[in-house]
């Protein structure tokens, strides 16, 4: 069988191309000109990307379509008029994980860390298939165990029906689909339902207590968990921490990572391997070595400039995302640079990104780029809405962004070397932080 992906750079779409290549099907697929770090691995596994065109559509292909097209797609358009299987990608893999014993983790936050760690450690041990949300995708046919991200965002996993389901923390988000807090947690209600076998959830978060009435392993720093986090210590050199399990200690823990939200995706993930056998000493060695997933907290050291690219998108990863920076750099100047893709989350959480982004000692606001939203729709909402309430906040004007021969636009930021520069946004932010990579390694 042959699969065409339209839309295949998207990081979901791309780890799920990448697994149904490894299980030997043919896979190819369509996306945007310009280069996005999730299309790497595709290219590195020989997968074919093309432009949009209906030239691609052939019979005999089974389409999967990202969630972000419809059909004024080309593609989508011909391959409904030629009558072909078509699958939207949560359908496909939705139908994938039925074939194997699956844990799903979700959750606003964290989700992405915490399935990379418990792949990496249970892959080093007895081998998974994996769907990371970084764009990381990997399969052996031989493997009996699915470890994968599941997204909230238009209840999109509800398609999943998952053995064991790990759920991080509950809050505002994707403003542009729930009506509100209790729509988002009825969602999460509903797909925890879903799990056959074990729950695990940070007890930590109100939120998520509120919705679970059903047995389940409770983790975070207070003493009504079932899984306790102790004499945490978070220095430069990452952080450390001792774990309890039903009141029994279970071993001191290293993690290369800063913050204490990455404890907690740590305590997760360590409590998930225990109780599917994996030995102790394998846990802590492959934690240890983790590095983190792709797009959190990846730092460019040029000169005595410190450059970090990070996914965080939303208050609360904003905040943790420069709490990180201050626990490895404590002696050095934090400067954001956020770059918003929806309208709607700043329009109803502009001032919790300004009390996110005070934490920085200076900050860049970017114009609203979004794909699924028009700016005509919510007038009045920009970067001015945020920066009027940051007393050392800054517009950066980033228009043609995605042209790498425009340099001029992060010259401003040449005025903080030496210093932490972190890029955040769920979009192509990376691509100032190469733009500036490329001055600063010119004045070298």
Do not use: W
């Not at 019979?59 to 299987?85: C, P, Q, R, W, Y």
């Not at 809050?171 to 009506?179: I, N, R, T, V």
């Not at 109780?275 to 983790?290: A, H, L, S, W």
Request: proline content about 2%.
């Amino acid at each position: 069988m042959k699969y065409h992906f339209i839309g295949i750079k998207g990081s979901g779409m791309s780890a799920l191309a990448q697994i149904l290549c490894d299980l030997g099907l043919y896979v190819q697929g369509s996306d945007v000109d310009h280069h996005l770090y999730s299309e790497d691995l595709l290219r590195s596994k020989n997968i074919p990307i093309y432009s949009f065109d209906s030239n691609n559509i052939n019979i005999g292909l089974t389409i999967i379509v990202g969630n972000a097209f419809d059909e004024s797609n080309v593609e989508l358009k011909k391959a409904k008029e030629l009558n072909l299987n078509i699958y939207k990608y949560t359908e496909m893999l939705g139908e994938l994980v039925k074939k194997y014993k699956t844990l799903s983790i979700c959750g606003t936050h964290g989700k992405t860390t915490t399935t990379s760690m418990i792949s990496y450690i249970m892959n080093n041990t007895i081998g998974v298939n994996y769907l990371i949300g970084d764009g990381t995708g990997f399969a052996n046919k031989n493997n009996e165990i699915f470890i994968m991200e599941a997204c909230e965002f238009k209840r999109n996993f509800l398609h999943y029906y998952p053995k064991d389901i790990i759920l991080t923390n509950i809050d505002m988000d994707h403003l542009d689909y729930f009506k509100d807090l209790d729509d988002i947690k009825d969602a999460f209600k509903e797909f925890i339902g879903h799990a056959e076998n074990t729950l695990i959830a940070c007890g930590d978060d109100l939120n998520v207590r509120s919705i679970i009435n059903r047995e389940v392993i409770y983790y975070g720093f207070n003493s009504n968990n079932d899984v306790v986090i102790e004499n945490m210590i978070l220095d430069e050199t990452g952080s450390s921490f001792d774990l309890y399990y039903n009141r029994d200690y279970l071993d001191t823990f290293k993690i290369n990572l800063y913050g204490s939200h990455m404890v907690l995706n740590a305590a997760a993930a360590i409590i998930y391997c225990y109780i599917n056998d994996i030995p102790i000493e394998d846990i802590k060695r492959y934690i240890n070595e983790f590095k983190g997933a792709k797009r959190r907290f990846k730092e460019t050291i040029v000169n005595n400039t410190i450059l970090i690219d990070d996914y965080a998108h939303h208050p609360t990863e904003i905040k943790t995302a420069i709490l990180s920076a201050k626990q490895k750099y404590p002696n050095k100047k934090i400067v954001s640079v956020f770059f918003e893709n929806t309208f709607s989350r700043t329009q109803k959480l502009y001032k919790e990104y300004a009390n996110s982004l005070k934490l920085s000692d200076i900050v860049f606001v970017t114009d609203i780029l979004s794909d699924r939203e028009k700016k005509e729709d919510y007038n009045g909402v920009g970067p001015q809405l945020i920066l009027d309430l940051l007393k050392e906040g800054y517009y950066l004007n980033i228009d043609n962004f995605l042209d790498n021969n425009n340099l001029n636009i992060v010259k401003p930021l040449l005025n903080y070397k030496n210093d932490v520069i972190i890029f955040m946004g769920c979009k192509e932010v990376y691509y100032l932080k190469d733009k500036l990579e490329v001055l600063l390694k010119e004045e070298i």
